[in-house]
């Protein structure tokens, strides 16, 4: 399974999903430091996201 690991928590997460069989990247990995959330959430709809932002279902609701 492929994860895309947030801005809010660290690249070695990512690494650690690695280390257990996955493939997974942090978001400064795969977009510029200056993406905007909505770019972010488009680009990984199609895979998990661990984030640890609390209001992301109140903003998926917005877009």
Do not use: N, Y
Not at 25 to 37: K, L, Y
């Amino acid at each position: 399974m492929h994860f895309v690991v947030d801005v809010q928590l660290p690249p070695k997460l990512a690494t650690c999903l690695a280390a257990w069989g996955h493939t997974a990247e942090h978001v400064f990995e795969r977009f510029p430091q200056s993406v905007s959330d909505a770019e972010i959430w488009v680009e990984t709809v199609v895979c998990p996201l661990f984030s640890l932002f609390e209001k992301f279902p109140i903003w998926l609701e917005t877009i």
